[in-house]
């Protein structure tokens, strides 16, 4: 089953409006990465967290790494319609081969202007 | 410039057929991935790679097989093409070792009728 599980599945937001999504794994990563795939494209790489606790950001796009090493987060503020996708995260576990991610679901997001 | 390519685009099969896709990088990467895509699922791996002669199954690899032979290519085989094996297929390619952001070709779509 699903190892990586992405909330929500489905998200609706007015342009200007703020939201986040949520990756929760069972087991302890090693490191998360995040992907947008954009309607009919391809996955492409966001960003990648390895600490315990990181945070980066990327202009409105905020990434958390949990203390745990088991959560991630992304908050994307005054969403624009070039943020429509799908966002995936994507954990290395700890016990798995190296270079070998399990995905989310992903967050499908459709932006109302 | 360095890219990812996967061939064909489209496929329409008839059940039971051996299809085959195909995947070229010229990155030089040594790891090699393949995924399918299905609504709700995100991206679920079937085969993936380390280097030459090297592969390694995944977590949805009953009735796919891959072979290795240099470091460009990865094809992708269906032994006997089943309806439930309709999806999107992408592959992928990162360094060697661990954390290393994954680079997705365009995908193809395939259909089994």
């Known amino acids: 089953g699903q190892q990586v599980m992405q909330i929500p599945q489905y998200q609706h937001v007015q342009e200007g409006e703020d939201f986040t999504t949520y990756c929760n794994s069972s087991?302890?990563?090693?490191?998360i990465q995040w992907y947008k795939q954009r309607p009919g494209g391809h996955p492409v790489f966001l960003i990648q967290l390895v600490k315990s606790g990181e945070v980066k950001k990327q202009k409105r796009l905020t990434f958390q790494f949990g203390e745990a090493k088991k959560n991630s987060s992304l908050h994307i503020t005054a969403t624009q319609t070039t943020d429509v996708g799908t966002y995936f995260c994507a954990g290395e576990r700890t016990t798995d081969s190296w270079g070998k991610l399990q995905f989310g679901a992903g967050t499908q997001v459709v932006v109302t202007p | 410039d360095a890219e990812i390519t996967q061939s064909p685009r489209h496929k329409i099969t008839e059940t039971g057929r051996q299809v085959t896709l195909a995947c070229h990088q010229t990155?030089?990467?040594?790891?090699m991935f393949w995924y399918r895509q299905d609504l709700g699922h995100g991206l679920r791996l079937i085969h993936y790679?380390?280097?030459?002669?090297?592969?390694n199954k995944g977590e949805v690899s009953d009735g796919y097989s891959v072979s290795r032979s240099n470091t460009e290519d990865l094809p992708l085989t269906l032994e006997s093409a089943a309806s439930s094996q309709t999806s999107v297929y992408f592959c992928?390619?990162?360094?060697?070792?661990?954390?290393?952001?994954?680079?997705f070709g365009p995908g193809t779509r395939l259909t089994v009728t």
């Open positions: 790679s380390y280097g030459v002669q090297d592969t």
């Open positions: 087991t302890t990563l090693s490191n």
């Open positions: 990155w030089n990467h040594n790891n």
């Open positions: 992928a390619s990162s360094v060697t070792g661990t954390g290393g952001e994954q680079y």
